[in-house]
């Protein structure tokens, strides 16, 4: 009896969401094509801008992802030298400071990252007190830079946790099943965790970096208040012509972000074809 | 075998729902309407009793929040029965999409029944057919206090309203500075051409399309090439391009010399006055001759803080009040716009403690008691005075010169 | 040595985690702040006074937030077990692509669905209302959650539910007493995460709520975008704290509700 039921249930909430996200993507595609048609696409693709925040988007998202990749297995693997030495619930109460930014929307990142980096801002103000600079043009600049650096920053105060967040359990649970084993056979707190902890995490590192990736890569919010003016992000670019620009030139922004769009998905397809294809060597 | 059949059926079946669901949909409400061409006021006013009224507004500025939430709202319950409420918003022009997208499914139950609006929203808004109509003629308060000839009240970036939009309040361009390190502010664009050369990176504007930046871009196009009469006329593009060159050049020989060397702008008027608090910069921008005053008060200004307008004049614009076609809650909407317009309203909302936005009625037509008060408000320190003001306002070029100098500013100055 | 060495990098982390939050609290707590002082000229509560009691706004939003919120997570978990479930069975072609398409809202800009989704609720007559936001909510939050709910049911061994079948207990008490505990903490994590993505939606409350809908979010982007940024941050940390309160308040009733079947006397024991 509950079988069916539990079927049911599947079956309305697939059906329910592929309605929702297929209809969403396919009407933005067709809002793309209204007032203009395929000359929005065309003009997209003739100008420079397009593609010069199409390369800024790409570049942001491959750094936020790599930093994010390194800094966060640096930060689970100190995480979890910690966890051998102390009681694991000292640990949990670390951990959940660590992933305490998941509580506070993108915006108030952005806001808190401006005031600090500016160079008016706090960081700067104490390089003026310590007598670093003599004055606040002095401060290297850290937002609305050439490199994006305070808009990195931002992801990273962001995503840092949020990778923390997907990996911790899984450090818990090795260390719970595993760790036994690893005393058994003699094995170093280093070994174990790169010959045991660290591939159980392989699966949660991959997803985990995947939606950071394609969160930096399409995210409004930061790039807009921490970057320059040109070259805007693609999202930034898009939402800026689809809200601030003549109700004409809509039908570019929206092309603009359906070629987003599609550059995820297609990112996406890669991934998971590769994920895929690992998964399947390991057996 | 047998679930992907189940599975298919449910698909498919769904998949015909939702396109049936694509046939607009005819429900028409049947709604006691007032003829509103024939009703009188009082009429109109009995109708509105006890009914919701949804007002759209931007709301990032807490001022402005208060005074509606704790002055208007209760007047309008108190007053006329009406249940006012704010929906506060980032950006019209989101609203205005909205409003689009209901009229192209034929919506006919609109979520909006006042709009605050002006310039180019409201250029798209009655383009797009998506206003009501003639509103100022049914509102007593603007047949008794308004000037119906001025300008101000008809014109809106050089479009004619036609009376599809209600004064609310007057907006004027000044220049903010801080009195710590500026004491003789310029007063022309040369002067400010000298004083940022010789001030590098205290000064700089927010990236058109943000409106206090594009207004900065105006007046400099207004004062390198002879002044605002020329650009209420019709021009074509390449008059148009051709007559602005002389601002383009200026923009870029400043370029060097301001914030971060002119590479990249602060995206807001709100990040300026942030860099401007922060000082980071000298100088801010702002579109309400009061707002420093207010933000003196708030303490997020130094209050070594003033305000200047350039000596042939600073842009000056009005902002409205309308109602979209589908509204539901007309009569409402009527009612609470003409109240927004009597003179303790606005006199309310003139005085910086409340709000401190310029009031649009002719003073001549207040009563003597009204004009007591009026005369009578505290600007602030740092506002100038409204006779200052007065003698400095020039009208705005047309909506659609302004979309240009928006789009071709950032090819223009910042692709270099 | 290394002892040293890995707590110090630990701490810098923390540094770098907590010095935005400090200063946020700082921020709102003060007047002016301006070049170069280190603190601000004075400290002030009138901002928090402003946002909890002299504006009946933060209220309305708190409500909204949290009934659209709640309710997302009642039903995103209600969704996310069976179709969990589902995506663990036999794999087939057909389920990989399908969770693929559950993942795109992750990746997927909101911009690019709200625009779609507001014609087709416009049709529905579900923009401008609760339901119709709360439906608009799930479509960020169920892959979230489905995706917690896999990784819960991967891990689950089946070698317990042949235990109880051995062991003679019927389908529901195998479900109570075998899957649902097991099921705790992934649901309680589901549970946790769409909450907080519910309560941080902006664009798409003011889309399809058509802005009749007032969340903590849609309050608090005026503001930080250019408006009052004492009071932001204040929002600011008042959404945090919420969203703290409310995970702690839904971990203790789930812990409540899901031990209660096995403090009781079991036959499996």
């Known amino acids: ?283 | 075998m047998k679930k992907k059949k189940v599975l298919i059926g449910i698909i498919a079946l769904v998949a015909m729902i939702s396109f049936s669901a694509c046939q607009s949909k005819s429900v028409k409400e049947e709604v006691e309407r007032l003829d509103l061409s024939t009703a009188t006021w009082e009429e109109i006013e009995n109708q509105a009793n006890g009914k919701d009224v949804a007002m759209y507004m931007w709301g990032g500025s807490e001022v402005v929040n208060h005074y509606m939430d704790d002055y208007v709202l209760p007047e309008v319950k108190d007053k006329y029965n009406i249940n006012l409420k704010r929906i506060p918003i980032t950006d019209i022009s989101d609203t205005i999409n909205q409003i689009l997208a209901e009229k192209e499914i034929q919506k006919e139950n609109g979520s909006a029944d006042i709009l605050w609006i002006n310039g180019e929203n409201f250029k798209n808004a009655k383009e797009n057919k998506l206003l009501w109509g003639n509103i100022v003629d049914k509102l007593p308060n603007y047949e008794n206090y308004f000037d119906k000839t001025a300008s101000s009240n008809t014109l809106d970036f050089g479009l004619e309203t036609e009376g599809y939009e209600a004064p609310w309040g007057q907006a004027q361009f000044v220049f903010t500075y801080n009195t710590k390190y500026i004491t003789n502010p310029p007063k022309s664009i040369e002067e400010l051409e000298a004083f940022v050369k010789e001030n590098p990176g205290k000064f700089t504007y927010p990236a058109p399309p943000d409106f206090t930046g594009s207004a900065f871009v105006r007046t400099v196009i207004y004062e390198t090439t002879g002044g605002y009469e020329d650009y209420l006329i019709d021009l074509t593009r390449e008059e148009f391009e051709s007559k602005i060159e002389a601002a383009w050049d200026y923009l870029k020989r400043i370029k060097p010399y301001l914030w971060r060397e002119g590479i990249t702008y602060p995206e807001s008027s709100g990040k300026l006055d942030q860099m401007y608090a922060n000082e980071e910069v000298w100088m801010t921008l702002s579109y309400n001759p009061l707002h420093s005053a207010a933000m003196i008060k708030s303490g997020q200004f130094p209050d070594t803080t003033k305000t200047f307008v350039l000596d042939s004049g600073s842009l000056t614009n009005t902002h409205f009040l309308s109602i979209p076609y589908n509204s539901k809650e007309r009569e409402g909407a009527l009612v609470v716009i003409n109240f927004l317009m009597s003179p303790q309203a606005q006199i309310r909302k003139m005085d910086p403690n409340h709000w401190g936005d310029q009031m649009v009625l002719d003073p001549s037509k207040i009563s003597d008691e009204d004009h007591k008060i009026y005369e009578n408000l505290d600007l602030g320190q740092s506002t100038l005075s409204l006779d200052v003001l007065k003698e400095h306002s020039i009208p705005e070029m047309k909506g659609r010169y302004i979309q240009y100098v928006e789009n071709k500013w950032t090819d223009n100055i910042v692709k270099d | 040595m290394r002892k040293l060495s890995s707590q110090i990098i630990v701490v810098i982390f923390i540094g770098f985690i907590i010095i935005p939050i400090v200063f946020l609290a700082i921020w709102s707590l003060s007047t002016r702040w301006p070049w170069p002082l280190l603190y601000p000229e004075s400290i002030t509560i009138k901002w928090w006074n402003q946002v909890l009691f002299e504006s009946k706004g933060f209220y309305l939003g708190l409500k909204n937030t949290l009934i659209i919120g709640i309710s997302t997570a009642i039903v995103g978990v209600g969704l996310s077990i069976p179709i969990g479930k589902y995506l663990v069975q036999k794999k087939s072609y057909i389920k990989s692509i399908l969770e693929g398409v559950f993942f795109l809202p992750i990746i997927l800009s909101p911009l690019t669905i709200t625009l779609g989704l507001y014609q087709t609720f416009s049709k529905w007559n579900l923009t401008g209302s609760m339901i119709g936001v709360i439906i608009a909510h799930l479509i960020p939050c169920l892959p979230y959650g489905i995706r917690i709910m896999k990784i819960s049911f991967e891990h689950f061994n089946e070698k317990y539910l042949e235990q109880g079948k051995m062991l003679k207990a019927s389908k529901r008490q195998r479900q109570i007493y075998i899957i649902f505990p097991f099921l705790r903490p992934g649901i309680i994590a589901a549970f946790h995460l769409m909450l907080l993505i519910s309560m941080s939606q902006y664009i798409l409350t003011i889309f399809i709520g058509s802005g009749k809908i007032q969340t903590l979010a849609s309050q608090m982007y005026p503001y930080l975008n250019g408006g009052n940024m004492s009071i932001g941050g204040v929002y600011s940390l008042l959404f945090a704290l919420i969203a703290i309160l409310m995970l702690l308040i839904v971990e203790y009733i789930l812990k409540k509700y899901l031990d209660r079947p096995v403090k009781s006397k079991s036959n499996l024991k």
């Open chain 1, 1 to 283: 009896m509950s079988k069916i039921k539990e079927n049911k249930m599947t079956y309305i909430g697939t059906i329910f969401m592929i309605v929702l996200i297929l209809s969403g993507i396919v009407k933005g595609f067709m809002e793309s094509l209204k007032r203009g048609g395929w000359n929005n696409y065309r003009n997209l693709f003739r100008g420079q801008e397009f593609y010069d925040s199409l390369f800024l988007s790409l570049k942001l998202g491959i750094i936020t992802t790599v930093l994010v990749g390194l800094l966060s297995l640096l930060l689970i693997y100190f995480l979890y030298m910690i966890s051998n030495k102390y009681p694991i619930k000292r640990v949990r109460i670390l951990k959940n400071i660590i992933i305490s930014p998941i509580l506070f929307p993108y915006i108030v990142a952005a806001f808190c990252m401006g005031m600090l980096l500016m160079q008016s801002g706090i960081l700067g103000r104490i390089a003026y007190r310590l007598g670093i600079i003599s004055q606040m043009s002095e401060f290297p600049q850290l937002v609305n830079d050439k490199y994006g650096i305070g808009i990195v920053i931002g992801y990273l105060w962001k995503t840092i946790p949020f990778m923390i967040l997907m990996l911790y359990p899984v450090l818990e649970k090795v260390k719970d099943k595993w760790y036994d084993l690893g005393n058994i056979y003699n094995a170093t707190e280093k070994q174990f965790f790169f010959y045991v902890v660290f591939p159980m995490m392989k699966n949660a590192i991959m997803t985990g970096l995947f939606i950071v990736f394609a969160y930096s890569f399409s995210a409004f919010e930061l790039p807009y208040f921490l970057g320059q003016t040109y070259p805007k992000t693609l999202s930034v670019y898009s939402y800026l012509r689809y809200a601030k620009g003549p109700f004409e030139e809509r039908g570019e922004a929206l092309a603009a972000n359906f070629i987003l769009t599609l550059i995820v998905i297609m990112i996406g397809t890669v991934a998971c074809y590769f994920y895929n294809k690992l998964k399947q060597r390991e057996g």
